[in-house]
């Protein structure tokens, strides 16, 4: 099955993009099933360093933010994805933790995105925010801004940790939450792909978390060009009438736009049932 990814005319290309981008898989994770879908919108960007993708076939599902510019931020968003993604299609039957193998996936990434950066591409960087299955248990890992919302009976959780300096100083105390959202250091980041501080998979534990799905829960990926201006109540308004995940992405995007977003938005809904 082709995959599907935002930007179908950047290069490298990572597959054809076809439309609509939602699947339904019967073998998922027995007994559940899932819906998928996704958008991507430039916004008012001069282009869009945003990348997602969507591989039923492995149930992997990602979305990065890249940064460094215009050419150096979509290169990394697009090496972190592949990267990730092969990190996935690598792997044998019976694996070895799906965490450790996502942690090494992210180290082995980084270094990647680093010796890119060494042939050009200075200061390239890149956030990622991923959901896979790995031997029948799902997992969670982000790392950078964007960020990962689970709805469950219409209560919103979220299921990722922000890298940022802010939130850095929200949890030691030195900062509330109120005082972050308007912070500009809400912007620097402590911890993302393409950092010289990445070193070992044991690092990255802590950022990569299993995730038990139950039917009728609902899986937002997204950039924080989308998530930081779009509320969870607008989430839930769209998802109670039943619209299909790219429906829900596309909509979504559009509202972050349209509420002053000024960033790329890239949005991935997974809805399982």
């Avoid at 149930?59 to 990730?84: N, R, Y």
């Avoid at 990255?204 to 924080?224: C, M, N, Q, T, W």
């Avoid at 509320?231 to 829900?248: C, F």
């Avoid at 002053?260 to 049932?273: A, E, H, K, W």
Wanted: include cysteine.
């Amino acid at each position: 099955m082709d995959l599907f990814r935002a930007n179908p005319s950047s290069t490298p290309r990572l597959s054809q993009r076809l439309e609509p981008s939602h699947f339904v898989l019967d073998l998922c994770v027995a007994p559940l099933r899932y819906l998928a879908g996704a958008d991507s919108q430039q916004g008012l960007r001069p282009n869009n360093e945003d990348q997602f993708l969507i591989d039923p076939t492995v149930s992997f599902f990602a979305v990065a933010d890249g940064m460094g510019g215009h050419e150096s931020g979509e290169k990394a968003s697009i090496l972190a994805i592949q990267t990730l993604h092969q990190t996935v299609l690598k792997i044998v039957p019976s694996p070895p933790s799906g965490q450790g193998i996502l942690a090494q996936g992210l180290v082995d990434t980084n270094s990647a995105i680093l010796g890119e950066g060494g042939g050009g591409y200075h200061k390239m960087g890149t956030t990622i925010v991923l959901l896979a299955r790995i031997d029948n248990k799902w997992w969670i890992a982000n790392l950078g801004d964007s960020e990962a919302w689970l709805f469950r009976k219409r209560k919103v959780q979220v299921l990722s940790q922000t890298h940022s300096m802010a939130a850095e100083m929200v949890r030691q105390k030195a900062m509330t939450a109120k005082e972050a959202a308007v912070s500009p250091l809400k912007h620097r980041l402590v911890r993302y792909l393409g950092s010289p501080d990445l070193t070992s998979p044991q690092q990255l534990y802590s950022d990569v978390r299993e995730f038990k799905p139950v039917a009728g829960d609902v899986i937002l990926l997204g950039s924080d060009g989308l998530m930081e201006y779009i509320r969870p109540n607008q989430v839930v308004d769209r998802l109670s009438i039943g619209v299909d995940p790219q429906t829900v992405a596309r909509d979504l995007t559009q509202l972050a736009i349209k509420q002053g977003s000024p960033d790329n938005t890239t949005g991935l809904v997974i809805r399982f049932f």
